[in-house]
């Protein structure tokens, strides 16, 4: 929603409002709304039974407010009550002004009343019964876990009748709100039993400063303070009325007029004005919220609930109300916390099945023993002991695996460990390498495998004695016994026919058609490789790189180029015959670069003038893929061949393409065909490419459609990467490009690769995600593997496991290094393993979760119609939740969500991928990048889906300029935006830099170069270089983001109500999506109505 820009109010969870007289349901103020599109779920609980549908005579009903409620400072209308009954000054209801979430009065979207912004109160909605001691408060408050140690703030979704209840330490607990389906406007039930109720919080009358500048942890504002006394009945939570999708902050209330009335069901009367009056009660688990009558869809209401509806009583206010978002569990609360309890420690990974911090902290690793986390990480570290139970909670029990994922300075590189001819010493039956959990018996002579428990003889040039405690007196001494990651060097055994390794090639194929050459595209590349070519990736201590290099130019026809360091002039030989592809020189084609410096320079500067003046438009694709494996194969070597290509390949020749483009078939049954390759021709190649160890990164730049969904299908199946610049101007991505082009050629990579991940009885592999082929059932090839790629493996039980032992893995890499030599890199990683739920849902990773599940889905889009595959997540992830709720969580009302303390943002961020491009496409969004997205996902690692799911939403005028950190993140949604404000959005792939319109001109200034936000140019992707601290600080939080991701993020200025900001507005993943996504708020309940039906 546009911060200026009325939006359509929204009737909570689409169903229809009963309408009182004189009260318009869709406005405020009495005027009349515009209606919404239908939300993507349907109505929650319907309105509420047993009401009385008309207000009694003479009474009016006062229309929705948030928290406290406000009036606008005009008269009230006639035959409308006005907001609330406390007099101006009282109370400021939600952020003071000095919180980033204040908007000026001209942005409230309905009508003449403004809402009360947002109060961050934890929110859970308790049932009715008799008001907790303050002793049970206190004790249920130091119970209570969910959102961290800071905030206790909880989503109240659903709501709960019956006699209170504890909640399980371990989880937080979301009382059902009711509000999705909500009451007829107006109604709360009567006061006498609300009472007991975690109803709303009332303002608190003596000191107002306090209760109004509550807000987020995130914004930084004071907690709420304890409070005592009765309950109004009728206050709602913090936040706007569910009719209002994306709601704006506003003044404080003013005074109402007087002889104003409201009225409401019967109960005691509200509390008098006095200065005096100690407040309200803080309730269990600090929560607030509205009391509920019974809620339709939900069964009849639980014994002792009341009946409303029939009593005359005297007047209340009345307001019907929405979720807090404050009040639900925040992403970047649970990231500040982790930093902060977990950042400062090294992560020792000594002990089985710890749960490691989370990949948003920074901290260090000691390797003791088990894998660090930036190689391997879990869906949970604790799995069930049978297959009963983990069918039972449906976690999934997933591995994402990053076997060369680079480390930081601080931490060293595994150690690589020479056995000389014998090579590694591996179990006879099952193959697992030595490793810490080996368990040598008979005095060090043998040993007992700790994955298939087969005794193994220990070679006598290997034999050590044992301790007094059972462990070899070299343990220590040798990586393989003492620490979790270490590589072996391979005997020639492990080696293609038996023969070492050449060491790798790297060839550049370059489109040179009318696309090509007319955007600058060749140009560019060729002055880039002339110094890029001393930047080649190195072993060690090298002097100079082993790698060799060829060059290839193509469009309908293939030239070779002979640069052998003997000729004067580089030789060009052309192959026409793409059908049946050769290469025509052997010497000459792939060269040391240092001997060939001179020919290939001259080669790099000719190439852009031979082809200046080509009128030909047509390429060929797998012709070219072809010609580099067939060079490599007659070099006996493995290596990467490096395609940029501009158009669909639709000349003739083996692979040719068609424009099958169609958007009629989104939402259809034959969707999935527009991520399927046409034609099996490149599969087929790819399975060559592979036996050779030829891996192809492809540079995409298409003015149109290029059908990605089939030129990726050899990079993705030979561990490959794919870059995508559409309508791609030199002026406007060379800076991206280039910098990934530099990245990619420098970056180590494994070449001729084969993983396999061997467990301990009970569990196996039984499902793998990521760019690579298999040709068997346990051995993943890859042609290639650099260190931004992850493999996900999925196991399932094949025997009961044991408590005792728990569960192991190791997954053995080998692999080509870039010198030529062949190593084995091994990771072992134990688990424990549980017979109780409960510690299954304690240690969990959500992020990891999200990993897997977004690989789960991504891949199913391929078999599977888009609904059906969002469907299954939505499914999956309510049973996970119901199963804990079933199980594990304390007994307490159906009418509250109950989530594991580890798990509570799994609805937050399954949402977000469930409105991803690829599940979900807004009408701008191509085919191409759909296809794109999907298959980068697919080997993203943890760290990578994570923001790219949620992206990092920074204000950067918040934080003291003079100060080096980063600047803390605020939640990826509109109303955490201040038009005073300029903010970075990054989700690893894109960059935006939005600006609000009311921003201080001296800013502007600083950081623009202009006088005034109209004279900033929309769209910019490069600040100006100033010298002051402002400018210097955003140019190098902007290159520090960039640093930490895998590819280059273009920057793209956004000003506000600007017509680029609808594509910003895209990744404020917390709203509701204009393609239809549920918000955050909404898809929430929409879980709990999924569980609700599960557990009933």
Known sequence: MNVNQSAPPLPPFGQSQPVYPGYHPSSYGGQPGSTAPPTPYGAYNGPVPGYQQTPPPGVSRAPPSSEAPPASTAQAPSGQAAYGQFGQGDVQNGPS??????????????????????????????????PPTSAQVTAQLAGMQISGAVAPALPPVGLGYGPPTSLASASGSFPNSGLYGSYPQGQAPPLSQAQGHLGAQPPQRSAPPQASSFTSPASGGPRMPSMTGPLLSGQGFGGPSLSQPNHVSSPPPQALPPGTQMTGPPGPPPPMHSSQQPGYQLQQNGSFGPARGPQSNYGSSYPGAPTFGSQPGPPQPLPPKRLDPDAIPSPIQVIEDDRNNRGSEPFVTGVRGQVPPLVTTNFLVKDQGNASPRYIRCTSYNIPCTSDMAKQAQVPLAAVIKPLARLPPEEASPYVVDHGESGPLRCNRCKAYMCPFMQFVEGGRRFQCCFCSCINDVPPQYFQHLDHTGKRVDAYDRPEL??????????????KNNKFPSPPAFIFMIDVSYNAIRSGLVRLLCEELKSLLDYLPREGGAEESAIRVGFVTYNKVLHFYNVKSSLAQPQMMVVSDVADMFVPLLDGFLVNVSESRAVITSLLDQIPEMFADTRETETVFAPVIQAGMEALKAAECAGKLFLFHTS???AEAPGKL???DDRKLINTDKEKTLFQPQTGAYQTLAKECVAQGCCVDLFLFPNQYVDVATLSVVPQLTGGSVYKYACFQVENDQERFLSDLRRDVQKVVGFDAVMRVRTSTGIRAVDFFGAFYMSNTTDVELAGLDGDKTVTVEFKHDDRLNEESGALLQCALLYTSCAGQRRLRIHNLALNCCTQLADLYRNCETDTLINYMAKFAYRGVLNSPVKTVRDTLITQCAQIL?????????????????LPECMKLLPVYL?????????????EVTTDDRAYVRQLVTSMDVAETNVFFYPRLLPLTKSPIESATEP?????????????????LENGLNLFLWVGASVQQGVVQSLFSVSSFSQITSGLSVLPVLDNPLSKKVRGLIDSLRAQRSRYMKLIVVKQEDKLEMLFKHFLVEDKSLSGGASYVDFLCHMHKEIRQLLS
């Open 658 to 660: 068609k424009n099958r």
């Open 482 to 495: 003492s620490l979790g990651s270490y590589e072996f060097l391979a005997t020639v055994d492990y080696c």
């Open 97 to 130: 002004s000095t919180v980033q979430m204040q908007r000026f009065p001209g942005s409230q979207p309905f009508g003449s009343v403004p809402l009360a912004p947002v109060v961050s109160q934890p929110t859970v909605l308790q049932p009715y019964g008799p």
């Open 882 to 898: 119901a199963c804990y709720r079933k199980n594990c969580a304390s007994p307490s009302s159906a009418g509250q969500l109950i």
């Open 968 to 984: 803390p993140a605020v939640r990826a949604s509109e109303e955490r935006l201040s038009n005073g404000d300029i903010y970075l």
């Open 911 to 923: 949402n977000c991928v469930l409105k991803s491009d690829v599940l979900q496409p807004g009408a």
């Open 648 to 650: 669909l390949p639709i």
